[in-house]
């Protein structure tokens, strides 16, 4: 089946530093990739969604500046949290839809730890 | 605007038990399609069943069912004879029928069993 592969599953960074998320499909082409963060205790909420070769569309309140998208492959997508703070803790998802078969396949995610 | 509502915060039942977990969603669209994922400790997120809007069908696998009612905007799941190994937190989530709409998701139930 679709995977997607999501790295590193979990990282500690010191605060003002940035942090690249990757998510990568294995065995099909994710047209489509969506980031969703998750808080402690809370639902998934959609970060923004990127489409190959786009620029990503961002939902609001979510600061375009801070929270860089890049899919620039049908297979990889990146998230790099730039200049992060403790308050952006927090597990990140990435999600990827398939250009040939209807469906979601979600990386893994990756605990993110500021300090 | 496409919404998910799951009023059950938190369920706590006994191994054997039987258990429904609740999902009510919004939506204007005739098309779209309804979720049920798992999410464990671990974070990552399992997919237990997608249905479109058109297939009103319940659904059983193994100690799984799922209700399906468009009348009710309803789209329950059933856990029967419960085990310890079920406590995770389950999401429903919905998505539209159209190419690059990403899933909304539910704030989840959180279900512990007991033995």
């Known amino acids: 089946g679709a995977v997607v592969s999501q790295h590193p599953s979990w990282v500690i960074c010191k605060s003002g530093t940035s942090v690249k998320i990757e998510c990568r499909s294995l065995d099909f082409q994710a047209t489509t990739m969506f980031w969703y963060r998750q808080f402690p205790k809370q639902s998934l909420m959609l970060m923004a969604t990127?489409?190959?070769?786009?620029?990503?569309?961002?939902e609001q309140g979510v600061e375009k500046d801070k929270f860089l998208i890049n899919h620039a492959s049908l297979t990889l997508s990146t998230l790099t949290v730039t200049s992060a703070h403790p308050e952006d803790s927090s597990f990140y998802i990435c999600?990827?839809?398939?250009?040939?078969?209807?469906?979601?396949?979600f990386g893994s995610g990756t605990r993110l730890t500021v300090v | 605007a496409q919404k998910v509502t799951q009023a059950q915060t938190e369920i706590s039942v006994v191994e054997k038990e039987d258990v429904t977990l609740d999902c009510v969603y919004e939506?204007?669209?005739?098309?779209?399609?309804l979720f049920w994922y798992k999410q464990p400790p671990s974070g990552e997120l399992v997919f237990l069943i997608r249905r479109n809007s058109f297939d009103e069908q319940n659904e059983i696998s193994g100690r799984y069912s799922w209700n399906f009612q468009k009348s009710t905007s309803s789209f329950n799941f059933t856990i029967t004879a419960s085990q310890v190994v079920d406590s995770a937190v389950y999401f429903c989530?919905?998505?539209?029928?159209?190419?690059?709409?990403?899933?909304?998701f539910g704030k989840g139930t959180t279900l512990s069993v007991s033995s």
């Open positions: 990127s489409n190959e070769g786009s620029k990503a569309t961002y």
């Open positions: 989530a919905l998505s539209e029928d159209q190419a690059g709409t990403a899933l909304i």
């Open positions: 939506t204007r669209d005739t098309t779209y399609y």
């Open positions: 999600s990827a839809r398939d250009r040939d078969r209807y469906g979601y396949t």
